[in-house]
């Protein structure tokens, strides 16, 4: 008369009705079959400090040069953005375009990075070929429409005065998205670093990878800026072409051609990881 739960689930119900809820078990990594690699926790290799170093160097040069040139910072938009709104308030029209088109082509630059990422993320099988070897890393790939940004900026400033600053926005909009997502920090700004340190300082945790991080910032920033103070008090006739130009070489050797013995996944630039940068501004949120 009365049916066993078994049959009643094989006979009268379909199959799908058959649950079979187990309890999620973690899977120890030892016990991982050979073939199965577990997750590793993101971090860039020692050698690129260089490259956070380089690229804190050369943003405070540009900060002191183009804010005397050209009174704002072509290397991050919120100055530029509450300039944009004050210029609007006061129906200064010809200004908030010049403040719009200045952050429109910052936008673009970091757009071209990440599309130029994701054509090059599976590209490239040969590990040893020269393509994959010189061509292969997005910061190499941009460095050269970089480079010729920064010389097009000294071209046409003579011609069009300040709206060649837009060739420097988005030279700058590749050069951050290389900063967060190759070296793993921001290093045009530093009030994140100095929250991160003095968090540190406070709590007394001691200095962790993140917080030697916020050092190496802060001194090739602070390096930065002392080096164009003395180009200007030494040389200030150079300033218009000559470091902008040396700006544009700079940045280009330093994402072209500098790559630790030709390897592009090791040393100089982070290799298949997206960097989520944390709130203090320091660091990837991964490293924490």
Not at 68 to 94: C, Q, V, W
């Amino acid at each position: 008369m009365w049916q066993s739960a078994s049959a009643l689930t094989t006979s009268n119900f379909p199959r799908k009705t058959s649950l079979n809820v187990a309890t999620p078990v973690a899977t120890p990594v030892s016990s991982l079959s050979p073939g199965t690699s577990s997750p590793v926790p993101v971090t860039p290799s020692p050698p690129s400090k260089r490259l956070v170093f380089g690229l804190s160097y050369l943003a405070g040069i540009s900060d002191v040069t183009f804010l005397r040139l050209y009174s704002t910072f072509p290397t991050m938009m919120t100055g530029n953005t509450m300039k944009l709104t004050e210029a609007i308030l006061s129906t200064r029209y010809s200004d908030a375009a010049f403040y719009i088109t200045c952050i429109t082509t910052y936008i673009l630059g970091t757009v071209a990075f990440k599309l130029a990422s994701k054509l090059e993320s599976n590209a490239f099988a040969d590990p040893n070929s020269f393509r994959t070897r010189y061509l292969s890393s997005t910061p190499r790939t941009l460095s050269l429409p970089i480079l010729l940004s920064f010389i097009c900026s000294t071209f046409f400033g003579q011609y069009i005065g300040s709206p060649s600053m837009y060739f420097l926005s988005f030279s700058f909009g590749i050069i951050n998205a290389v900063s967060i997502e190759s070296a793993g920090t921001i290093t045009c700004m530093l009030t994140g670093h100095m929250h991160k340190l003095s968090n540190t300082a406070v709590e007394g945790k001691g200095f962790k990878q993140v917080e030697k991080r916020s050092v190496n910032v802060l001194s090739g920033f602070v390096a930065g800026v002392l080096s164009a103070a003395l180009i200007i008090k030494w040389r200030p006739a150079a300033l218009q072409k000559a470091v902008i130009r040396m700006l544009g070489v700079g940045y280009f050797v330093l994402l072209g051609l500098l790559d630790d013995g030709g390897r592009v996944d090791k040393g100089w630039f982070r290799r298949g990881e997206e960097c989520i940068i944390d709130a203090e501004e320091a660091g990837c949120v991964v490293e924490e």
